[in-house]
């Protein structure tokens, strides 16, 4: 069998970072882990290609060479997905899906020929056995959580690990909380169910094996779910292999704020290796807080939380959100003087949206509010439900918020204010300088130095940091090509007109100030 893995293109997004990509000469931020762990359990026999179509193009030939092509693919990739599919079936290779996109809209792919849903673990085994029966059904599901401690280590050969700025590794699946906007539950469970530390080491080898050393991303939606296992079991172990190794990598990953409040775990992911930790911020507002039921959030300074964290050696980059029924009309400005109050240089702001299958899906559902499926780009302008907030009062506030922040000025002072809080771990021998880093300092100064609005305030910045913080160097023009990357998201969103919401949807009594 000649199995063919697609991974579709993402498109122009916050996190894609394609315009910083370009200047250190990487095509991709991360790996399709799904697809290169899948690729783990098919049978050894089979013949095996992975194309990632954010890296190279996929070509009619790559199509015709598989007996079947495997798509994995998140919503946000759903355009690209589809026209892949298409052309598949225009020249006869069947097609087998699975992933986010397809466990939470399969019922929009019935031209795809198998659905393999839901975790892989449980659904692929019983496709493969029945594909070898030649009785291949249409749709695989189930609600079973599997014991991660049987997944494979991912096929990495299969992928050039030169295209990526990280790579990336799985510990944990599922959530203890139960935020009414998010779908991490609904895919993966709210207990967290988590790998050994033997898997751990394994997978941290795999990838230093095939001669990665620079950054890894933990995939976990919150890595902190079962601390006392970190602090015990995985940490110490990891510790110990990067001693050993000579310290290869660094690692980022999520978690949620009260990892603030837990400073041996800090100290512990700080000599682990941890540079960087993303936070579902969302809001500064309690009263919105309080209606997703973000309660990890709720009843604490999270500027003073956020402070804490960078402290210890970890830049925190924040997820906010506005669109919640809560927001007050100052809920604008209370964002921008939040974000720089606090330091988060990377602060991805998005318009509230309802994936299928959340509490907050089902509750606009229930108030006749919903108007279509997400995009899932929360940064796109595009909003799935009606608003409490007038529709154009909110999505004019939600660029300026954008222009805003992501603006030189604003954003070279969040970066000097993190500056101020952030005490970096003295861990040994992660500053090997590469042909690529000089590259793409070069490059950057031509790019932020010349070419670019904001030049001005860029070389004050950049001498600023070289006198007084020359340790910090290396990070502050990594900070700064990542501006570069956001400033074009945020203008490019920013032109996006104000589109009229449908007048067909009966509106609640309760939201007459639309």
Not at 92 to 98: E, K, M
Not at 228 to 248: G, H, V
Not at 304 to 321: C, D, L, P, T, Y
Request: proline share 5%.
């Amino acid at each position: 069998m000649r199995i063919l893995l697609v991974y579709p293109q993402y498109p122009d997004t916050f996190w894609s970072f394609k315009h910083a990509l370009k200047l250190v000469s990487k095509k991709a931020s991360h790996p399709p882990l799904g697809l290169l762990t899948v690729a783990a359990m098919l049978p050894d026999e089979w013949e095996k290609k992975l194309v990632d179509m954010n890296v190279t193009a996929l070509k009619d030939r790559d199509i015709e060479w598989a007996d079947y092509v495997f798509i994995s693919a998140m919503v946000v990739q759903r355009d690209s997905a589809k026209e892949t599919i298409a052309r598949c079936h225009r020249l006869n290779t069947r097609v087998v899906a699975g992933g986010p996109l397809f466990t939470s809209e399969y019922d929009e792919f019935d031209e795809v020929d198998h659905l393999v849903l839901d975790e892989g673990e449980c659904t692929l085994p019983p496709f493969l056995e029945d594909l070898e029966k030649g009785q291949a059904q249409h749709i695989y599901t189930s609600s079973e959580r599997p014991d991660v401690t049987k997944t494979p280590i991912p096929q990495w050969s299969l992928i050039n690990m030169n295209k990526y700025s990280a790579m990336s590794i799985q510990y944990s699946r599922g959530c203890p909380y139960d935020c009414e906007f998010c779908n991490v539950v609904i895919l993966n469970g709210h207990r967290p169910r988590t790998k050994t530390k033997e898997q751990m080491l394994a997978e941290i080898e795999a990838i230093y094996e095939q001669g990665w050393r620079e950054s890894v991303f933990i995939v976990d939606d919150n890595f902190i779910g079962n601390k006392k296992k970190l602090k015990t079991e995985i940490l110490p172990a990891i510790i110990q292999w990067l001693k050993q190794k000579k310290y290869p990598f660094t690692f980022f990953t999520e978690v949620s704020i009260n990892l603030a409040d837990d400073e041996q775990l800090m100290r512990l992911m700080a000599e682990a290796g941890f540079d960087r930790v993303f936070v579902g911020i969302e809001t500064p507002n309690e009263d919105s807080l309080v209606e997703c039921n973000k309660f990890a959030n709720k009843g604490r300074d999270l500027v003073a939380s956020v402070k804490k964290i960078q402290s210890f050696g970890m830049e925190v980059q924040g997820g906010f959100i506005v669109g919640f029924d809560s927001d007050p009309l100052s809920i604008f400005r209370n964002q921008i003087n939040f974000i720089q109050n606090s330091g988060i240089v990377t602060a991805m702001v998005g318009l509230l949206n309802a994936p299928r299958g959340t509490r907050l899906y089902q509750r606009l559902s229930r108030e006749n509010r919903l108007l279509k499926d997400i995009t899932g780009d929360n940064t796109d302008c595009s909003m799935n439900f009606i608003p409490r907030m007038n529709y154009e009062t909110l999505i004019e506030g939600y660029k300026h918020i954008l222009t805003t922040i992501y603006a030189p000025k604003q954003y070279y002072e969040r970066i000097t204010t993190f500056m101020k809080e952030y005490r970096p771990h003295k861990v040994h021998g992660m500053s090997k300088l590469r042909f690529y880093h000089i590259n793409g300092l070069v490059r950057s100064m031509w790019v932020l130095g010349v070419m670019e609005n904001g030049r001005i305030r860029y070389w004050r910045f950049f001498i600023s940091t070289l006198l007084k913080r020359p340790k910090l160097f290396p990070l502050s023009i990594s900070l700064s090509v990542y501006g570069l990357h956001f400033r074009r998201v945020a203008k490019k969103f920013s032109k996006t007109p104000v589109l009229q919401l449908p007048t067909a949807i009966q509106v609640p009594s309760n939201l007459t100030d639309i």
